[in-house]
């Protein structure tokens, strides 16, 4: 039987520790036995360690990582820079063996501080990616998808995107009808449509407060539903074309013209999420010269298609009638540009595939 070890370090989120425990527990070969053996371990002496609201009581020492075929690491709340004794060394020591490991979202971090993902590329939640990269330079980070599979290794990104990867381990291990199964307990499709870039909130490129820009950036703002040229921007600024441009690179890190198609984008986002609208008068009212045009930009930036993003957040009364059944508000959770892990909170995810860079 496949062994699949939980590694428990304090601090662990909840989520992430029960989402691969429920999942590898759950499916049973054709003549009904279970297809994994799942422990949960911890390097604590007493086996105990802080989930948050409640204590875990991990029955598994670290010595159980030695006997895993596959070890799960979930996230833990702040991520240290140093493991715990004894975990880095018995975590290199199962890679040796040709263990197979996995990240849960955050736990990205501990799989990081190994060094076994160097050179490598990996995925964690978006919110935590810019830190990730930072701290771990040698690794390259994916913020836009929604699991990595490197073969030994692979990592995920939010909470619910470790589903995603378990039932592609799963399917891998067993076949494609055990994992199906398995993705029926756990009520959701075995392949998700889209990436993490749709979740992610693209944020206007910021103005430092008092820029020489601002009044030309609300104004951008306002007019982005209707043709606007880049000598008509620069006339509103009172510059040349290459003063404007360079003057946008300094204030707001971007261009003028990708500025204003990001702000297409958000605008088209909104009426989405709060309209029912076709796709042909969403593409005009937020400045699109065409269906098609709007549907290209907006799939390289989000990652999805538009009726793809509509299905996963349209909520509520709109115009033109009650809105299709979704999530609701599954991108305000997070508005600013700050990528800090505190309360980075496991996201909705809506499927697998690599998304184009966001606001490119």
């Keep these: 039987m496949h062994t699949v070890v939980v590694l428990v370090l304090d601090g662990v989120v909840p989520f ?23 422990r949960v371990c911890s390097p604590s002496p007493t086996g105990e360690v802080s989930a948050g609201a409640f204590t875990v009581r991990a029955p598994y020492g670290l010595e159980a990582l030695a006997e895993a075929d596959t070890i799960i ?22 890679a040796a063996g040709g263990t197979r490991i996995a990240s849960v979202c955050v736990g990205a971090f501990l799989f ?12 964690t ?28 290794f692979l990592t995920s990104a939010g909470a619910a995107a470790a589903l ?56 951008l703002e306002d007019n982005c539903g209707r043709e606007v040229t880049l000598e008509q921007i620069a006339g509103r ?8 441009n360079r003057r946008f690179r300094e204030q707001t890190g971007t261009t003028p013209l990708r500025w204003l198609h990001r702000a297409r984008v958000r605008r088209a986002q909104y009426l989405l999420e709060s309209t029912a609208y076709p796709v042909e008068r969403i593409a005009a009212q937020a400045g699109f010269g065409s269906p098609t045009a709007f549907r290209e930009r907006f799939r390289k930036v989000v990652g999805t298609s538009p009726q793809g993003y509509r299905r996963a957040f349209r909520s509520g009364e709109g115009p033109e ?40």
């Design 16 to 38: 992430d520790l029960s989402a691969p425990i429920d999942a590898f527990g759950r499916p049973r070969l054709p003549d009904g036995r279970p297809a994994y053996r799942v």
């Design 73 to 94: 690491l979930p996230g833990v709340a702040e991520p240290p820079d140093e493991l715990p004794i004894g975990v880095a060394e018995a975590l290199r020591d199962a």
């Design 112 to 123: 990081a501080a190994t060094g076994l993902l160097d050179g490598l590329r990996a995925t």
């Design 125 to 152: 939640h978006w919110i935590a990616a810019r830190e990730l990269a930072e701290r771990y330079p040698k690794v390259t980070v994916d913020p836009n998808v929604l699991y990595v599979d490197n073969g030994q």
């Design 164 to 219: 995603d990867m378990c039932l592609h381990m799963i399917r891998g291990d067993y076949g494609s009808a055990v994992a199906a199964e398995a993705a029926r307990m756990s009520v959701m499709p075995l392949e998700r449509e889209g990436g993490q870039a749709q979740f992610i909130v693209h944020d206007l490129p910021p103005a430092p407060a008092g820029a020489t820009l601002e009044p030309v950036l609300a104004w």
């Design 237 to 244: 600024a009172g510059m040349s074309t290459r003063t404007l």
């Design 321 to 360: 009638g009650p809105g299709a059944t979704g999530a609701q508000g599954q991108t305000q959770g997070h508005t600013g540009t700050d990528t800090g892990i505190r309360g980075y909170g496991g996201t909705r995810t809506q499927g697998q595939g690599a998304a184009a860079e966001p606001g490119k």
